[in-house]
């Protein structure tokens, strides 16, 4: 099974940096998640590691250690609409069904 | 948008009822998984559906099941519906086993 933990709630300021944090324990690994959920939607897909390392795209960037268990997501120039739930997930090497932690909820302030 | 869509956006139920809720996925792509998440949750596997055959199944009772069909649209199948059963029910679609895109989910109320 998995064990997937991230923070609770983060709070920053516009045009500020924000660094979400995500630990894992797997029994199988086979890749990391990140996905964006705005309150009374769905989560959309953002970035995807599966080797250690660093993943840009545009003002989001990932980091996997895999030796570590250790995962985060890294928002850059924040702005409003940034404010979200930010899903940590874990796909299993077995059958790929994706385990995802609690969230993160970012507010972005003014 | 994603292009996955599900049926009903909402539904409300009584406890001891059957529901079925349905999901058709993104052109291209034969891999259904449907997830439930409980508020301020993150989502839970319930299953993944791979070329009609189910292909994983997550910490769930029997009562919950599925089809998925040779268009590779879904369908969730609750019976005998429990109070901690209202969730926001998610199906996500991909090819094969890359990333998974969500549709924007079914939210069911039991009452």
């Known amino acids: 099974g998995q064990n997937i933990d991230q923070p609770t709630e983060m709070t920053a300021t516009e045009g500020a940096i924000v660094q979400i944090n995500c630990t894992y324990q797997t029994s199988g690994f086979n890749g990391l998640f990140w996905y964006q959920q705005h309150a009374g939607e769905a989560p959309t897909f953002l970035s995807y590691n599966v080797l250690d390392g660093l993943e840009e795209k545009g003002r989001f960037s990932s980091f996997l250690s895999r030796s570590k268990g250790y995962s985060y997501l890294l928002l850059k120039e924040l702005q409003m609409k940034d404010s979200a739930s930010y899903l940590c997930a874990v796909r299993d090497l077995n059958d790929y069904k994706l385990s995802f932690g609690a969230g993160t909820t970012v507010t972005v302030r003014a | 948008e994603t292009g996955v869509t599900q049926s009903p956006t909402h539904l409300i139920k009584t406890r001891g009822q059957q529901v079925t809720l349905r999901c058709s996925s993104q052109s291209g792509h034969n891999t259904v998984s449907w997830y439930q ?39 969730l199948n609750v019976n005998a519906l429990e109070l901690d059963d209202s969730a926001l029910y998610l199906c996500a679609s991909s090819f094969e086993t890359y990333e998974q895109y969500f549709g924007p989910g079914t939210r069911l109320t039991v009452t």
């Not at chain 2, 998440?37 to 596997?45: E, I, N, V």
């Not at chain 2, 319930?46 to 040779?70: A, H, K, M, T, V």
Request: glycine share 12%; aromatic share 20%.
């Open chain 2, 37 to 75: 998440q409980a508020l301020g949750q993150g989502p839970q596997f319930i299953f993944q559906y791979y070329r009609e055959e189910e292909n994983g199944r997550g910490n769930f009772p029997p009562r919950f099941s599925g089809l998925q069909f040779p268009n590779y649209s879904s369908e």
